[in-house]
């Protein structure tokens, strides 16, 4: 069963770094685009960017450029969403995400989520 | 930057059809923007429905389709049931490996 297995809750305090992980299982962990998208409390999804483990290629959305790092070991399947500074405004629910490869149309789409990580920073 | 639309909430009787769309705030959506459609019930983490405009997702059932009408994506469901109540999003790829989300359509079954 593909699967991707996220790390859980934090609460931390502002100016705090923190780095999330989203464990792949299931398939070939380097052919396969993984993506992070944010949930801020009673809002939408946001794309943030997207990383592939193979050769760690990665892009982001303007939005985050520089807000956050993604990167992943493909030594064990994991990527990784990571802050050096947080802030109140980074409390959200975070997913990850498998981008598939649609070989009809050449591009990619999400098809495996992960649970997704609660990320709680306050004072 | 380019905004991706979609209405904030829509209602439906058990049984019936419904459309929701996804546009552009400048443009026309086409097959090239691969509009995507997921949807999240409060607690859950997104469910992939529709990708590449019109391709259904392992498992879905085929009263959820996609399309293009006029100059937008469309996701319709025929014969809407009470457990369809949930927030449906799409997501326009804009090159460069870059995809941007709708605001998400809230859907009521009543």
């Known amino acids: 069963e593909v699967q991707l297995v996220q790390s859980g809750a934090e609460v931390k305090k502002p100016g705090e770094s923190l780095k999330i992980s989203c464990k792949g299982s299931?398939?070939?962990?380097?052919?396969?685009?993984i993506g992070w998208v944010r949930q801020m409390p009673g809002k939408g999804l946001e794309w943030m960017g997207i990383i592939y483990p193979g050769d760690s290629d990665t892009r982001y959305s303007p939005s985050f450029q520089g807000q956050v790092t993604i990167s992943a070991d493909k030594s064990i399947s994991t990527a990784y969403l990571q802050w050096s500074s947080l802030k109140a405004s980074d409390t959200a629910m975070y997913y990850c995400a498998r981008h598939n490869y649609d070989i009809l149309t050449g591009y990619y789409y999400m098809d495996v989520w992960g649970k997704g990580t609660t990320v709680t920073v306050s004072s | 930057q380019t905004v991706v639309t979609q209405e904030p909430s829509f209602s439906v009787s058990p049984g019936g059809t419904v459309t929701l769309t996804c546009g552009l705030s400048?443009?026309?959506?086409?097959?090239?923007?691969?509009p995507s459609w997921y949807q999240q019930t409060p607690g859950q983490a997104p469910r992939t429905l529709i990708y590449s405009t019109n391709t259904r997702s392992s498992g879905v059932p085929d009263r959820f389709s996609g399309s293009i009408l006029g100059n937008k994506a469309a996701l319709t469901i025929t014969g809407a049931q009470a457990d369809d109540e949930s927030d449906y999003y799409c997501?326009?790829?804009?090159?460069?490996?870059?995809?941007?989300f709708g605001g998400g359509t809230k859907l009521t079954v009543l």
């Open positions: 997501v326009l790829y804009m090159g460069s490996i870059r995809w941007v």
């Open positions: 400048s443009g026309s959506v086409s097959t090239s923007y691969y």
């Open positions: 299931g398939y070939s962990f380097t052919s396969y685009w």
